[in-house]
């Protein structure tokens, strides 16, 4: 709505909502994994070890990165 009442054009107000849609996404994955530690921390949390493919974890954390 702020956005919408200023002086902006169209495609400085798409800049702008891009960019508050980015770093919220960000700020919510930081909440989130303060809220993963605190569970750690807590106890709440319990961590099986599994064998698995180191290949494709840093296939799909790329793929992750290149999403953002």
Sequence with gaps: ???HR???NQ???DNYV???TR???QLLLIINDII???KIEAGQVTLHKSKTS???IILI???VILSL
Excluded: M, Y
């Design 1 to 3: 709505e702020l956005l």
């Design 36 to 38: 993963d530690i605190s």
């Design 11 to 13: 495609a400085q107000i």
């Design 23 to 25: 770093s919220s996404n």
């Design 61 to 63: 954390f790329s793929l």
């Design 18 to 20: 891009e960019i508050i």
């Design 6 to 8: 200023s002086n902006l």
């Design 54 to 56: 180191l290949n494709k």
